[in-house]
C-alpha cells in the first residue's frame, strides 16, 4: 500500500526550498560587477519576481489540466511531440536538478570551509548529497516531513538575519535608492540581461511542485496555489534579504564574491557573530539539496515508465519511491561537484532551463486551441504568458552574445537528448 501523497504544504515547501538556495547567497556579487545602482539591484529582483510568477501562473495552468508528475518532461510530451518531451527530462535529470543540486552543495561547502578551513568544501558537498539521497529513499512520510521542517526553519532564519543584521550593523551603508539618470539606459544593455539571468537562476524552482502532480493531495485543485503562493513568498524574501546586503555590507566588499552572504553578515556583526551567521546559512542549503533530490528523480522516473532503454529508472519502492532515480540523479550531482565551474555551469544551466521553461509557456496558447479541460485558468491571460515569452526570448538573445561558450554547451546537452532519443525510440 503506497504512503499518502504529498499535502499542499509539503508541495509549498518543496516550491520554497527548491527557489531559495544558491542562487540569493551567490548571485549579487556578480551583479555589482555589471553595475553598482542599488535601485537597479532592487528592479533586477523584483523583475526576477514578477517573471517567476508569470511562469508560475501559467504552469498552474498546465499541472492542473495535465496532472502527471514530470514537470515539463509531461506538458512538452502532451502537447508537441514525445521527443520534445524526452529532451526535456534529459536536461531536467542532466541540468535541472543535478546541476543546481551540485552548486547548492558546493555552495554549502563553501561557506562551511571559509568558517572552518579545515573542512574540504568538497568532502561536505558530497556528504551531503549522499545524506539527503539516503533520507528520500526511504519513504514519503519522513520525505515530506524532512522537507517542512528544513523549509520552515530556512524561511524563519532568513528573516531573523535581515532583522539582527539591519539592528547589530553599526553603520548602515550611505546608499541612493532612487533611480539615477543613466539607470534607464541601463534597462536596454546586455549587462542587465545578463544579471537578469543571474537573478533567473536564483527564482528557479518555482515550478517545482509540478514534478511532484502525481503524488500530491488534489493536485488539481491545490497545485495553483502551492506555485503561486511559494513563489510570491519568495519574491517577498528575496527582495528583503538583498537589500539588507546591501545595506550592512559595502559595495566593493560584495562585488565579485560568492560568499555574500558570510560578507554581510561580517560587515553586521563582526569575525565571530559573522562565523555563526556563516554556518546559519551554510545549513540553508541543506533544505535547498534536499527539496533537488527530492523532485528531480520523479523526472527520471516517468522517463522510465515511457521509455523501455531507460525502464529501470521507473521502478519504485513499497512505498512508491523511485529509489534508482534517486541514486541516478545523486551520482550525477557527485560527478558534476568534481568537476564543476561555478559562474560557467550557473549560466548554461540557466540558458537551457530557459529553453524548457519558455516551449512549456508557449504550450499554454496551444493547449488553450486543443480544446482540453483546463480546471484553472491564467489571470490576465494573455498578459502573464507574453511578459514572461518576451522577457526570456531577450535575456537569451543577449547571453547568446555575451557568453557564447555557455550557450554552446546548453545546445550540446540539447543535442545529446535528441540523438539519445532516436537510438532508443529505434531500438525499442
Known amino acids: 500500500m503506497s504512503s499518502p501523497g504529498f499535502s499542499p504544504l509539503a508541495a509549498t515547501s518543496v516550491v520554497v526550498a527548491n527557489m531559495i538556495g544558491t542562487g540569493v547567497f551567490t548571485s549579487l556579487g556578480f551583479q555589482l560587477l555589471e553595475f553598482q545602482s542599488p535601485a537597479l539591484i532592487m528592479l533586477l529582483w523584483v523583475l526576477g519576481g514578477v517573471l517567476a510568477l508569470c511562469g508560475a501562473l501559467c504552469y498552474a495552468e498546465l499541472g492542473a489540466a495535465l496532472p502527471r508528475s514530470g514537470g515539463e518532461y509531461n506538458f512538452l510530451t502532451e502537447i508537441y511531440h514525445p521527443a520534445a518531451g524526452f529532451v526535456s527530462g534529459w536536461i531536467s535529470a542532466t541540468i535541472g536538478f543535478a546541476a543546481p543540486t551540485a552548486l547548492a552543495a558546493i555552495t554549502f561547502g563553501a561557506y562551511l570551509s571559509a568558517v572552518f578551513p579545515n573542512v574540504s568544501p568538497t568532502i561536505a558537498a558530497s556528504v551531503l548529497i549522499v545524506a539527503a539521497g539516503i533520507v528520500h529513499a526511504t519513504n514519503r512520510r519522513t520525505s515530506s516531513g524532512m522537507q517542512v521542517v528544513f523549509t520552515m526553519l530556512k524561511v524563519a532564519l532568513i528573516v531573523l538575519f535581515c532583522v539582527a543584521a539591519l539592528a547589530q550593523a553599526q553603520l548602515l551603508q550611505p546608499l541612493d535608492w532612487s533611480f539615477r539618470a543613466d539607470d534607464a539606459a541601463q534597462l536596454t544593455s546586455a549587462g542587465f540581461a545578463v544579471s537578469l539571468i543571474y537573478v533567473n537562476y536564483a527564482y528557479t524552482g518555482w515550478n517545482a511542485a509540478t514534478y511532484l502532480s502525481s503524488e500530491m493531495e488534489r493536485p488539481q485543485k491545490s497545485l495553483p496555489l502551492v506555485l503561486a503562493g511559494g513563489t510570491a513568498l519568495v519574491m517577498g524574501l528575496y527582495v528583503v534579504l538583498n537589500a539588507v546586503f546591501l545595506a550592512v555590507a559595502p559595495i566593493d566588499a ?87 565551474t561555478f559562474d560557467a555551469v550557473l549560466l548554461f544551466a540557466g540558458f537551457t532551463l530557459a529553453l524548457n521553461t519558455l516551449a512549456a509557456v508557449v504550450g499554454v496558447f496551444i493547449l488553450r486551441r486543443s480544446g482540453v479541460q483546463r480546471p484553472f485558468s491564467v489571470p490576465l491571460y494573455p498578459l502573464p504568458p507574453i511578459i514572461f515569452i518576451g522577457i526570456t526570448l531577450v535575456t537569451m538573445i543577449h547571453l547568446a552574445t555575451e557568453r557564447p561558450v555557455e550557450v554552446f554547451w546548453g545546445a550540446v546537452i540539447v543535442a545529446s537528448g535528441a540523438l539519445f532519443y532516436w537510438f532508443a525510440s529505434r531500438r525499442y
Open 254 to 340: 560584495l562585488a565579485g564574491k560568492v560568499e555574500v552572504g558570510h560578507v554581510a553578515a561580517l560587515a553586521a556583526f563582526g569575525e565571530t557573530g559573522g562565523n555563526i551567521m556563516g554556518i546559519v546559512l551554510a545549513l540553508l542549503l541543506i533544505s535547498t539539496v534536499s527539496a533537488m533530490v527530492l523532485a528531480g528523480p520523479r523526472v527520471l522516473q516517468v522517463v522510465g515508465e515511457d521509455f523501455s532503454a531507460l525502464g529501470f529508472l521507473g521502478k519504485v519502492n513499497k512505498g512508491g519511491v523511485p529509489v534508482r532515480a534517486i541514486a541516478v540523479q545523486c551520482a550525477i550531482s557527485l560527478v558534476l561537484v568534481l568537476t564543476a
